[in-house]
């Protein structure tokens, strides 16, 4: 918490010196995502060198001051839970679930393995899992990119399976691989584009 958060209500509360260090540390332990924390009074009598009675007495004037808030509720039904008052939250951070982390991180792969593309060559002898795949989605994939199909100096769409597939055996990555392969097939397609656009 910088100075300039410190609202000035603190500064004009009638209250203790160690009532006012105690607001401080308890914003400087909460999160910042939230005004609402739980408190074990010994910890914050260590951290300020008094007794738990002293933080007892620091809560009741930060309570009647209305820096903080008794919410009558306590944490694993032992410790008292507060709200302070008086300060301004960060916005919660989006979260992202392990199937969107995975996936971006796919992404950021294969935007990186553009020159690890494969050749414009029809393999002779696919691995087993690119087989695999290639005849559950093949049909589906060659629609869906069909840039990838030999001419013109692109790739064979069963080149890039097989690639992709190698990549993911080489650096251990097993988790999701239809969603990499088209991945993998949408990057090259996007590069192939590219190319055939500028030339």
């Not at 951290?47 to 001051?65: D, M, N, V």
């Not at 890039?160 to 239809?178: Q, V, W």
């Not at 088209?182 to 030339?199: G, P, V």
């Amino acid at each position: 918490m910088s100075f300039n958060q410190i609202p000035e209500s603190l500064f004009d509360a009638n209250i203790s010196l160690r009532a006012k260090w105690l607001w401080i540390l308890m914003v400087k332990c909460s999160k910042l995502e939230s005004t609402e924390l739980w408190i074990k009074q010994q910890d914050y009598a260590d951290k300020l060198h008094c007794s738990r009675r002293s933080i007892g007495r620091a809560l009741k004037e930060l309570i009647e001051a209305k820096l903080l808030t008794d919410l009558q509720k306590r944490h694993l039904h032992r410790f008292k839970t507060y709200r302070l008052e008086g300060i301004k939250t960060s916005p919660l951070a989006p979260k992202i679930s392990k199937e969107d982390a995975f996936m971006r991180k796919l992404k950021h792969e294969a935007h990186l393995l553009h020159l690890r593309i494969c050749t414009p060559k029809q393999p002779e002898n696919l691995g087993p899992k690119a087989k695999q795949l290639l005849d559950a989605y093949g049909n589906f994939w060659k629609q869906k990119f069909p840039k990838l199909n030999g001419q013109n100096g692109n790739p064979y769409i069963e080149s890039c399976i097989d690639e992709s597939i190698d990549y993911m055996l080489k650096n251990g990555m097993h988790r999701d691989p239809p969603g990499f392969v088209e991945i993998w097939l949408k990057q090259a397609t996007e590069k192939f584009c590219a190319e055939t656009k500028s030339s």
